[in-house]
């Protein structure tokens, strides 16, 4: 079973340019999340998926953070434009099932987005 | 407030001796509990969770945990410490009463030959 898919592995930008991250989960799998890990600390959510709904944004700044998940696959997470403080490492994770509270989730290895 | 502390931020083990990671909560609800280990580079990985039943759960790689309902904490151990063990491990509680998953700041364990 191949694992969850993230690209790019690392990026490097200046302040106030846009980037984009994506994200391909485990097939099959109904919930998707985006976190944000900042060193040192835990995963933060972003954003948690249900299909291609939307079932938590609560914690995404939507000033310039926005995110899809068009036909309930695969997803994209865009900032626009760049802080510094958003230097962090952005992961994604999928679990299987719609009921997904007990679930474990499965992560991808991560993106590393330097903000300059 | 909801919280998952890791009182620890590293803990050092020599190689065969006995790991505990600690971790304990704070949550309004019935807990979810979960621990993850995160290689360096690589995404985290699941190792085991508590959702009912027994309160010894075991897990990958020779891990297991125990739930302590009245300490309200769920602490890692493994039995005999491997240098391949060496990584960050996270504590994530689900509080069950608004469904937020709370993950701990990380704990690094350092296994010494």
């Known amino acids: 079973e191949a694992g969850v898919a993230q690209s790019p592995r690392y990026k490097i930008i200046e302040k106030r340019q846009s980037v984009a991250f994506w994200c391909n989960p485990i097939s099959g799998h109904a919930t998707l999340y985006w976190y944000q890990q900042i060193l040192g600390q835990g995963p933060k959510l972003l954003i948690q998926?249900?299909?291609?709904?939307?079932?938590?944004d609560s914690q995404l700044p939507k000033d310039r953070f926005s995110a899809e998940r068009l036909k309930g696959v695969d997803s994209t997470l865009k900032i626009q434009p760049a802080k510094l403080e958003d230097s962090a490492v952005y992961l994604c994770a999928s679990s299987t099932r719609e009921d997904s509270h007990y679930n474990e989730q499965f992560f991808g290895p991560g993106t590393r987005l330097t903000v300059l | 407030a909801q919280s998952v502390a890791q009182p620890e931020d590293q803990v050092n083990v020599a190689e065969g001796n006995p790991l505990t990671v600690k971790c304990t909560y704070s949550v309004s609800g019935n807990p979810y509990l979960f621990w993850y280990v995160q290689y360096p580079n690589r995404g985290l990985q699941f190792l085991l969770k508590?959702?009912?039943?027994d309160n010894l759960v075991k897990g990958s790689y020779g891990f297991e945990a125990e739930f302590n309902k009245s300490q309200t904490s769920f602490h890692l151990k493994k039995p005999s410490a491997l240098v391949s063990d060496s990584a960050l491990y996270f504590c994530a509680v689900r509080d069950m009463s608004n469904y937020q998953l709370i993950w701990g700041a990380g704990t690094k364990l350092i296994i010494k030959p």
């Open positions: 998926f249900q299909n291609n709904g939307v079932v938590d």
């Open positions: 508590y959702i009912t039943g």
